[in-house]
């Protein structure tokens, strides 16, 4: 292996597959990279350098900013300790956004989401900015870039998102949808939590809901709505974001 590098044994899934579970990390030309499912990534600006795609650079900057009137459904921020103008969100949110249940399930499912882990002085800022609640602030808060899970999940992260006009690789989502007999245009709707064992598909073209039991974001609110499994960013609950 290159000078430099390191490899990590990680813990095997069910359903992977020996090779599936090593992940090498290091540095090439100064450059951090890893390797996720036998391809090497590059790390540049707390994300993975995953494929650009022309329209999808169409939808958000280099940022995380989304263009063309499109609202994430959760909170996002920008955190001047790591960069002055780049986009961040809780993993939590990225989660639920996206239908996981929790963060956890998120990054397991997720393997090209760079998990990131916010220091004392930013959990702190966020804290003091209304971002995060204050029981957090001795405990594991872990994050994503907002480009990046817009990159990984598109439309399901866009309020009152719609499939293709809403995702980044339109040609990959519209395959995706045409199998499950959905339309580019039609609205994401309500999504169930994937690992879920009583999850079942959303009819096409039902709006979300906004009850406090289905994990989905109320549009407009001033916080995040959660299911009724874990905990959201300010509730008062022990477990860690």
């Given at each position: 292996r290159g000078r430099g590098s390191l490899t990590i044994r990680l813990p095997k899934r069910d359903g992977e597959d020996a090779d599936d579970a090593e992940a090498e990390e290091g540095e090439q030309d100064g450059r951090p990279f890893m390797r996720v499912g036998g391809k090497v990534y590059f790390i540049d600006g707390d994300e993975f350098?995953?494929?650009?795609?022309?329209?999808?650079?169409?939808?958000?900057?280099?940022?995380?900013?989304?263009?063309?009137?499109?609202?994430?459904?959760c909170h996002t921020f920008v955190l001047p300790q790591r960069h002055p103008s780049r986009q961040y969100m809780l993993a939590i949110d990225a989660a639920r956004a996206s239908g996981f249940r929790d963060s956890l399930y998120?990054?397991?499912?997720?393997?090209?989401?760079?998990?990131?882990?916010?220091?004392?002085?930013?959990?702190?800022?966020?804290?003091?900015?209304?971002?995060?609640?204050?029981?957090?602030?001795?405990?594991?808060?872990?994050?994503?870039?907002?480009?990046?899970?817009?990159?990984?999940?598109?439309?399901?992260?866009?309020?009152?998102?719609?499939?293709?006009?809403?995702d980044y690789y339109e040609?990959?989502?519209?395959?995706?949808?045409?199998?499950?007999?959905?339309?580019?245009?039609?609205?994401?709707?309500?999504?169930p939590d994937p690992l879920g064992a009583s999850s079942q598909a959303v009819p096409s073209g039902q709006q979300p809901t906004t009850s406090t039991s289905s994990g989905i974001y109320r549009a407009g609110g001033p916080t995040t709505i959660f299911g009724s499994t874990g905990w959201g960013p300010f509730s008062d609950g022990p477990h860690s974001a």
């Open positions: 350098v995953t494929d650009p795609d022309e329209k999808g650079d169409e939808k958000v900057d280099v940022d995380g900013n989304l263009l063309g009137g499109r609202r994430f459904k998120f990054f397991r499912r997720n393997p090209l989401a760079l998990k990131l882990s916010a220091t004392q002085p930013e959990k702190e800022f966020l804290i003091s900015a209304g971002k995060l609640g204050a029981h957090l602030k001795t405990r594991s808060v872990t994050l994503v870039t907002a480009r990046s899970a817009y990159k990984l999940h598109g439309a399901k992260m866009i309020l009152d998102g719609r499939w293709v006009t809403d040609s990959k989502c519209l395959a995706e949808i045409t199998e499950k007999g959905l339309k580019p245009g039609d609205l994401v709707g309500e999504l």
